[in-house]
């Protein structure tokens, strides 16, 4: 049964519409939920409302700049992956830029394989799956997490009923980890069920 990737939610913020129906077109060939707007006076009710994962945000706007908008967005929205993007890069907005926690900062025009590779590496920072193999470890890290719980087992019991590290459980857990299956059978054996079991529901 195929695996379901999680709808990444991305807002695209450029005046110039081209660029903005360029990126949408690009993003969601790739899978995600994308919205595109070029008015930056619009982008924090939108934030407020729209729970994003990641903006992607032009820096040289009329009407209010990018450094300004990512002001604004932060007031609402702290943990949102902010990717500024600009022709016209120096060093003054790219600081400015990392003071407000943006994730990236990228020349325009971009390579496509550059932007996809910066992109992959923002969500796997904000624990966002991606690719099945990914969503995969995070299904069998939450099983395993929440059948430990129910069992009232803590991570030092199972370490020893498994003879494996605290350390590497808890990275399997968060699925940080990609378990070996001699480790899933000694956690499916420790949590007393079998080792389908633990790849959830699918």
């Not at 903005?20 to 934030?47: I, N, R």
């Not at 600009?86 to 900062?105: C, F, I």
């Not at 910066?118 to 299904?139: D, F, N, S, Y």
């Amino acid at each position: 049964m195929p695996i379901d990737l999680p709808a990444v939610r991305i807002l695209i913020v450029d005046d110039d519409r081209a660029i903005c129906d360029y990126m949408q077109t690009l993003l969601e060939k790739d899978g995600f939920s994308v919205k595109a707007m070029s008015d930056p006076t619009l982008v924090e009710d939108e934030v407020r409302q729209g729970s994003y994962h990641v903006v992607i945000l032009d820096l040289m706007m009329p009407k209010l700049d990018g450094i300004e908008v990512l002001k604004r967005i932060r007031e609402h929205d702290t943990d949102v992956a902010v990717v500024v993007f600009t022709a016209h890069p120096n060093l003054d907005s790219a600081v400015a830029a990392m003071k407000l926690d943006a994730v990236d900062y990228i020349k325009k025009p971009f390579n496509v394989d550059e932007f996809r590779e910066v992109l992959a590496r923002v969500m796997r920072k904000k624990g966002l799956a991606r690719t099945p193999e990914e969503q995969l470890h995070k299904i069998i890290g939450d099983t395993i997490r929440n059948q430990r719980k129910t069992k009232e087992l803590t991570l030092k019991q199972m370490s020893r009923r498994t003879g494996l590290s605290i350390s590497l459980l808890s990275q399997i857990e968060r699925a940080e980890s990609s378990p070996s299956i001699s480790s899933l059978y000694k956690i499916a054996l420790a949590l007393d069920t079998k080792i389908q079991d633990l790849f959830g529901d699918n």
